[in-house]
């Protein structure tokens, strides 16, 4: 096995989750993904312990593995994580934001006060540009991580009737960070993050 086959291998799967076409608990073939991608079963065992390394699969009897599924413990954890983690992007994106960052990030809160009336990625690449913004990769890859988790494995969308917050809160954390206010933008991302995870504790407990 070469380093680059088991690499696109990875990279193959990765990019199924991040399409959103594997769903929480469900169980992953290795057969069949291998097929997928015209290769040997053999990479792809490493990619899936790859992803299994990085929280995205569980392992389970008989060497199989499902797609991770979030309890609202879990959730409780990855939010946690989030808010801290993300506090801190916010805050060092308003202090090394530069004026071409600063425009890319007022086009992509246009591109999100537009759509969030309907399902899309718009909130998500605000919060990778911010990332990246902060000018850390190591931040900005536990993040990736983080949010393909919580799209994958929990709950990837809020219920409509909080979106007008979250849009509100969206163009004020924007505004903090290009104005370069960085207690504001800390605070504001806190917020955010909170609210998030306020919503998603509200789903668990309409299910039961």
């Known amino acids: ?111 999100y006060e537009e759509s969030w009336k309907t399902e899309s990625d718009a909130d998500v690449a605000i919060h990778r540009h911010i990332a990246r913004c902060a000018g850390c990769p190591l931040l900005s890859e536990e993040l990736e991580r983080l949010m393909l988790i919580e799209r994958t494995a929990g709950r990837p969308t809020h219920d409509a009737a909080i979106r007008p917050g979250l849009a509100h809160i969206h163009r004020a954390l924007v505004q903090a960070i290009v104005d370069r206010d960085a207690d504001s933008a800390e605070y504001l991302m806190k917020k955010h993050v909170q609210n998030g995870y306020q919503a998603v504790m509200r789903e668990f407990a309409d299910e039961r």
């Open 1 to 111: 096995m070469s380093g680059s086959t088991s690499d696109q291998a990875y990279q193959g799967i990765r990019q199924m989750f991040v399409r959103g076409e594997f769903q929480p608990g469900q169980r992953v073939s290795q057969s069949k993904l291998a097929r997928q991608l015209g290769c040997s079963t053999v990479p792809v065992v490493e990619a899936l312990r790859r992803l299994e390394s990085e929280g995205l699969l569980v392992k389970q009897a008989r060497k199989m593995a499902k797609v991770r599924a979030l309890s609202a413990a879990d959730m409780e954890g990855l939010y946690l994580l989030r808010e801290g983690l993300e506090a801190i992007t916010a805050r060092l994106a308003a202090q090394r934001i530069n004026d071409e960052q600063a425009a890319e990030l007022e086009r992509l809160a246009r591109v």
